[in-house]
């Protein structure tokens, strides 16, 4: 219990990180905020007061979205704040909030003073993205319900809860360390010397790798968790999610921050499906089923509902 | 388990019939839910399956002498993967319209279950004659039950069979969806079963 | 200790046997590939020009090639083309620069021939000996021209944007005044029966014809397709003589300027595409004149 508790502090102070550094790209001496408020319109919140007369004039402002910089967006009206400190700006096309836009603002006068320009990026928080990875992994795009992948292991460990959350949770573990094992074998040796068909190789020999390290550190550190989840540690080399993600990574082409959600969200999604099932299955050890559909033809049919519920989660946007 | 003492066309029917690898082992599923929702996607990764798990189990039959015990299982991997790597990309050289619809299954071939099994269970005790009709015959009920399930899913779900319009309407859509795949190897194994259960009465009737 | 030697010993040679199977086989299989997704596009885009087995492509039917870059100076932004240019009945490419600003800022000749010049890294090569850092270049996206001797039949653009599940990939097909002429779906993630039906000919030949003007407020509705336009759209199932040629002008002038009726149960994909094609043509079409603008004030050779 106390590694658990240790890993997941490591995570929320890794989370905490990311937070923090993602949040400090909006900063400008003149310009404290800007940001996208809706479908045609930014919001530009300014360090100090400017002058209404040259907040009203459409020629102080450059904007374009961060891939094409040769379109300026049309700016079809300006709303200056009451407080003089902040400008609205509505644009006559619809604007597209997955790109980062960058944002000139011209010769901004201040109590008739002129102060000078300014050039910021207005996008989406990074960590909103990166949640939305966190997210899609963990429910969206769940990789026993969505995906259909891993489901050997799924249905031989999903009989009894405990094996269920032992496995869960011992493949998350595996599954973190090799995703970001594999993503830098990926980015440093695999994609510099041209070495990409050696992916599925490498991956799973970072696989076992894991699983076997993982495997000694445990038997180590703690032979009490050894002895309830070692057993677990070698089905999960046979689980296909332990390969698709970071085959994922590479055709994504995922930095860091982002292949660490992406495989935390995959465990815990894998742990929340073993869960699920199994809370569902214990009950139908006690149900009255017909002999043909004993066993794993009923277990079929059930994950089948739950793949039905999960598809509600489809198409879903956060962020 | 020591040398098999079937003959080689009982492997053949075993691994098609008795120890099918979907409906009985209930090994390798991913491909069988998510891909057969087409009698030509379950034809094609069947294939594919079938050719990875005939020269798996040859070369490990061959070299089996040479593999120390302690690393039994990564060069059985080794070897799956090398072979995949090879179909791919012989795949995607010859055949790429198929081999766009199979995409990202091909690589997970690597992590099926059912090859790193049938080679621990079966390839690494024996020759290399029993193991290739071994190979033949999983490789062979992997097709076949992902061929059936590509008949009922694409059946009722498109009203087509490889392709071609045979009801002229859709039945219901919802066959069609990766959903339906669960739903199907439900049904199909516990029809299997029934079979089984079936067989043996008439055995036990008969003896 | 003899025993992990061993060990080790034996699967260092098992995977360097198996690096080199796997080394072989991508040699040999690599130009096969290649050359079968070339063949793939090429078909295609023959096919969206209206040229079938029935129709065969005339002789000089030529196909060039534009790959836009952005490129960064120290934060200074251009456009650069590398596109092709006709110098004495010898086709070579050249990087053109267009500042932000649409006005003509370099040409630079580049050391590539025709058949690389497909390729990303060959072109990053090439670029990289005319472009020297600090400046970095971006590849953005590609144009297709296809012409039969000085007639410009079409300008074909590939481009992919975000669908419902994932990227919708398609190839769009325009006449000399961007109006649009075909449209086909090269890859999508989208459920069958749901999303995927963006590429049958009832959705996606809603496109055809629409003028540059009326795709700039193209929008989506939920309204069925009337009955007259599904069976005109639905153009594989038209059984011979079915409709005549004043029936089918008729048909087409009705319905030139109707919005894009949505797919049943794929409200978003419909408006994802709608979305994602007006951007494409709307951007191409202020692009084009700009670089031809430009090509101009050069009076360069260009080959189309």
Sequence with gaps: MKLLKSYKLMSLAVVLCLVLVSGCKNKHSYISKAKFKGNHNIIITFAGEVDTAWARDAKNYG???????????????????????????????????????????????????????????????????????????????????????????FFGTSQKKTTAVGMGITFMLVMVASAMMSWAFYQFILKPFHLDFLQIVVFIGLVSLSVQAVDTVLRKINPALFKAFGVYLVLVIANCVILAVPLIIANNEYNAAESFMLSLGAGAGFLLALFLMSSVREKLELANVPVTYRGLPIAFIVAGLFALAFMGFSGMVIF | MPATTKTNFQLVINGILKENPIFRLALSMCPAVGISTTMMNGLMLGIAVLFVQIFSSCTISLVKDYIHPRIRIPTYTLVIATWVTVIDLTLAALAPVAYKQMGIFIKLIVAFAIITMRLEVFACKNTLWPSFWDGVGMGGGFLFGMLTLGFVRELLGAGQLFGYDVLGFRPLLFFALPVAGFFCVGFLMAAFNYIEIVYNKRKKAVN | MKEIIRITLGLTIACLI??????????????????????????????????????????????????????????????????????EKKISYALVIIGLDGKFKGIFDLNISKDKVSKVEERKTALNAVLKPPTIFTYADSTIIAKTGPKLLAYLLPGEFSGFKSIIKVMLALNSKFTITGLEIMEDEEDPGLGAEISQDYFKNQFDDKSLQRIKTLKVVKQPLPADYRKYLEKSKWEKGEFTKAEIDKIRNKYKDHNICALTGATITSKAMTRGIKGMVTKFAYRIRILDNALKQDKAPVAF
Excluded: W
């Design chain 1, 63 to 153: 904007i374009y979205a961060k891939p094409d910089p040769d379109i300026q967006l049309k700016i079809s009206k300006i709303i200056p704040g009451p407080d003089k400190k902040t400008v609205d700006l509505y644009f006559t096309d619809e604007l597209n909030q997955n790109q980062p836009h960058i944002l000139t603002v011209k010769n901004i006068r201040s109590n008739g003073k002129d102060i000078g320009s300014a050039v910021v990026e207005v996008k989406k928080l990074y960590f909103g993205f990166l949640f939305s990875i966190l997210i899609g992994a963990f429910l969206i795009h769940n990789f026993v319900f969505t995906k259909y992948l891993g489901l050997c292991v």
């Design chain 3, 18 to 87: 198996a690096g080199l199977i796997m080394g072989g086989v991508f040699t040999a299989t690599e130009r096969a590939k290649e050359h079968n997704e070339y063949l793939d596009i090429r078909a295609t885009m023959t096919g969206m020009l209206g040229f079938n087995a029935a129709h065969p492509a005339p002789a000089n039917l030529r196909f060039y090639s534009l790959y836009r870059y952005i490129i960064d100076d120290k934060g200074n932004k251009s456009i650069g083309y590398v596109l092709p240019l006709r110098k």
